[in-house]
């Protein structure tokens, strides 16, 4: 098992950044793939970006491509989520996910066993 802490959400004007964090507990963290998504009120909980246990292979939603990006260090059991350019859209909260499946269907949020609590991350225009 495996318990999943965000941190690094907060309030930033538009054009801003932010670097999201998500510690991962136990010494398994490179066989997850993991990813982040993000729901808004009101709205499903979707995809945001994933990267493979290795970290050689990213995946981002196209209203993020060019602005956010994944990436994650096994050595400290964490995977990052640096979000640039933020857009008052992107207000939300923010989960990481750990999947522990050989293939990484990364879109499908049903697929992540684990996930954690969530951090708010509020852009304003």
């Known amino acids: 098992q495996v318990q999943l802490v965000e941190s690094g959400g907060g309030v930033v004007q538009a054009g801003g950044s932010l670097r999201l964090s998500c510690a991962a507990s136990?010494?398994?963290?490179?066989?997850?793939?993991m990813g982040w998504f993000r729901q808004a009120p009101g709205k499903e909980r979707e995809f945001v970006a994933a990267i493979s246990r290795s970290g050689g292979d990213t995946y981002y939603a196209d209203p993020v491509k060019g602005r956010f990006t994944i990436s994650r260090d096994n050595a400290k059991n964490t995977v990052y989520l640096q979000m640039n350019s933020l857009k008052p859209e992107d207000t939300a909260i923010y989960y990481c996910?750990?999947?522990?499946?050989?293939?990484?269907?990364?879109?499908?949020?049903?697929?992540?066993?684990?996930w954690g609590q969530g951090t708010q991350v509020t852009v304003s225009s």
């Open positions: 996910a750990a999947d522990d499946k050989s293939t990484f269907y990364y879109g499908n949020r049903g697929r992540y066993k684990y």
């Open positions: 136990g010494r398994t963290f490179s066989s997850y793939h």
